[in-house]
């Protein structure tokens, strides 16, 4: 997959339309509709989209997201597209849905196809939804395809819906409305190295800043090295002040130091407390171990 963060001419694509933040079940639906369609037509497929959510621009503050921008990247790269466009959403937050429509989608692409989301809209003011890309078919000769909403247990899938739930640690419907797992990659970095003294050595890693924040606690995951429990929170025990993300990886005594590595989080087993002691903090890792 090729990036391109400013546009350029590449006519008779397959186009989907969309942030896709989380590229969750219902984007990954959007997504392959245009890469089916590219296939099937024997062209190119593209996704187009911006660098950062329009919210940044509307409210002067980014949200929190579900993914890094690179996690984003490689999970659309896996889907099959063959162009990703990130651009700058302030160059076109003041065109209206027929002036972006006309002057970019069209003019730069010439989709054969354009697939969206049931509630995509855009445009100034909004001016620019589904009724609107399906009037314009007959003007512009594309093919549109409306994705209807994507559900678990009748519920429809969402950025925002998974971004409530990941706040409130449900981490496991999370992740069912996600296709796969909330994760979080990062360089390994030292810590104060109290884990290893209780016979519980960790990983440390700089919890991600744009990222949504999973509540304090103590999560199942499932690491680059394996199984593993993590904790994510200001370790009040030692009476930390800095919320840290660190894992203790089963059977694993390498030094991995400035590694980057990948931590999936399945389920959280509890929120994050106070203990006595270190040696009452030692046995209850014994219990949390035992609900990995």
């Not at 980014?62 to 597209?81: D, Q, W």
């Amino acid at each position: 997959m090729q990036i391109f963060y400013e546009l350029n001419h590449k006519h008779k694509l397959a186009i989907a339309l969309g942030y896709f933040d989380g590229v969750h079940i219902g984007h990954r639906a959007v997504i392959k509709s245009a890469v089916d369609f590219a296939k099937k037509n024997n062209t190119k497929s593209a996704v187009i989209t911006f660098s950062d959510h329009p919210y940044c621009y509307f409210k002067g503050v980014c949200p929190k997201y579900i993914l890094t921008r690179k996690e984003r990247e490689k999970r659309i790269a896996s889907l099959g597209i063959d162009y990703l466009y990130e651009l700058n959403f302030e160059d076109f937050a003041l065109l209206t849905a027929q002036e972006y429509l006309n002057n970019i989608l069209i003019n730069y692409f010439h989709p054969i196809s354009i697939s969206t989301g049931w509630n995509h809209n855009f445009g100034k003011n909004k001016s620019g939804n589904v009724d609107y890309l399906e009037e314009q078919t007959k003007t512009y000769n594309y093919k549109y395809f409306k994705i209807s909403p994507q559900k678990i247990n009748k519920e429809i899938i969402s950025s925002t819906e998974i971004r409530k739930l990941l706040n409130k640690g449900e981490i496991e419907k999370a992740n069912l409305m996600l296709g796969q797992n909330f994760s979080i990659e990062g360089e390994v970095v030292k810590g104060n190295q109290i884990g290893r003294t209780i016979g519980f050595r960790t990983a440390n890693l700089v919890y991600p800043p744009e990222l949504i924040e999973l509540p304090y606690g103590v999560y199942s995951v499932d690491t680059t090295y394996g199984k593993g429990i993590a904790n994510f929170g200001i370790r009040p025990t030692i009476n930390g002040s800095n919320a840290v993300l660190e894992v203790h990886i089963l059977n694993f005594d390498k030094d991995i130091y400035g590694e980057i590595i990948n931590i999936n989080f399945n389920k959280m087993i509890r929120t994050e407390k106070k203990f006595p002691s270190l040696d009452a903090l030692k046995q209850q890792i014994n219990l949390d171990l035992k609900s990995i």
